[in-house]
């Protein structure tokens, strides 16, 4: 169609057309999906079981509802063996998750090239968790925004709200502006 091939030619996809995309990948979640070498997106069901975060060696834990009452994630809960990191976002469209982008695309990354294990969540882990792994794909990977929900949705159902999703396409549109960023 027209539109696939505007969006070959390297225009960014409005958030029209990425809720398309969104919406037609299969919805299966599990608790936890490797979304990423070594790079696990899910929800506050797997972030509070310590025994199968150690079974799949999981060495560091972002948290992006930090301090939110189902997401009592801290410092203390995962003792000295998991690193963690805490982003304490609301799913609301009116939340500004992009001063996150780079801090916790930074925590991933550090912990990845170092060896480790990343467990990514927030509640449900479609929404602030999957915008963050979004970012640190387009980040770290060079990938446009549409490549990263496409190897996501690979492995994983996501949704990120519309405001997170107008973020990450404004992100695109900085990285493509400094030639930071291509398709796959």
């Not at 030619?9 to 990423?36: F, M, N, T």
């Not at 790079?39 to 992006?64: E, P, R």
């Not at 387009?138 to 190897?151: A, W």
Request: aromatic share 10%; glycine share 8%; charged share 20%.
């Amino acid at each position: 169609s027209l539109r696939l091939q505007r969006l070959c030619k390297r225009e960014i996809p409005s958030l029209q057309e990425l809720e398309e995309v969104l919406y037609s990948a299969p919805r299966s979640c599990r608790h936890g999906d490797e979304v990423w070498p070594h790079l696990y997106l899910g929800d506050m069901f797997m972030s509070h079981d310590k025994f199968g975060l150690w079974q799949l060696g999981i060495t560091h834990v972002l948290n992006a509802a930090h301090g939110k009452l189902c997401c009592k994630g801290s410092d203390d809960f995962y003792g000295t063996t998991v690193k963690y990191f805490g982003v304490p976002a609301n799913d609301l469209p009116t939340f500004d998750l992009s001063p996150f982008f780079y801090p916790a695309a930074e925590f991933i990354h550090l912990a990845l090239t170092s060896g480790g294990k990343v467990f990514v969540h927030c509640a449900v882990g479609v929404s602030r968790s999957a915008a963050l792994v979004l970012a640190y794909l387009m980040l770290h990977h060079r990938l446009t925004l549409l490549s990263s929900i496409r190897c996501v949705q690979e492995k994983r159902w996501i949704f990120p709200n519309r405001g997170f999703l107008r973020q990450l396409i404004a992100l695109d549109r900085q990285l493509r502006d400094k030639g930071l960023n291509e398709p796959k």
